[in-house]
């Protein structure tokens, strides 16, 4: 977009420079949270021989949540960025918190019946 073009919807160059370094910061905060999130999960792969299948599991799907949960965040800061007016913000803003709401309860189930099953399948006696 062109500086005019910036101007005539009424966002400061400054704020917009703001939040472009603010959007680049977080990009690198959520990059450097995933490979943690990797090396974790590698780690909790490797403590019990008879929770290998279910740990497998839930590392796939914690990495998998997570990678969608920032690239959700990411792209909606991204539209935040290229908004025109603060009405729209607040459009983006409501149907971002709504959808990750949706997506938080969808996962909060999905790893608690994964865990679940885990959990049981661990208890059983060894035959």
């Known amino acids: 977009m062109s500086d005019e073009v910036r101007e005539r919807f009424g966002i400061p160059k400054e704020i917009?420079?703001?939040?472009?370094?603010g959007f680049d910061q977080a990009r690198r905060n959520c990059e450097k949270f995933l490979t943690s999130a990797q090396?974790?999960?590698?780690?909790f792969e490797e403590r019990?021989?008879?929770?290998?299948?279910?740990?497998?599991?839930i590392n796939a799907r914690v990495i998998?949540?997570?990678?969608?949960n920032v690239q959700s965040s990411l792209d909606y800061?991204?539209?935040?960025l290229h908004s025109k007016d603060l009405p729209e913000m607040?459009?983006?803003h409501s149907e971002y918190v709504q959808s990750q709401m949706r997506s938080l309860a969808q996962q909060a189930s999905e790893m608690g019946q994964i865990?679940?099953?885990t959990a049981m399948e661990a208890a059983r006696p060894k035959a």
């Open 16 to 21: 917009r420079s703001m939040a472009e370094a």
């Open 77 to 80: 800061a991204e539209k935040l």
């Open 48 to 57: 019990s021989e008879s929770m290998r299948a279910g740990a497998k599991d």
């Open 64 to 68: 998998d949540y997570a990678e969608k």
């Open 39 to 43: 090396v974790t999960a590698g780690s």
């Open 115 to 117: 865990v679940g099953r």
């Open 90 to 92: 607040m459009r983006l």
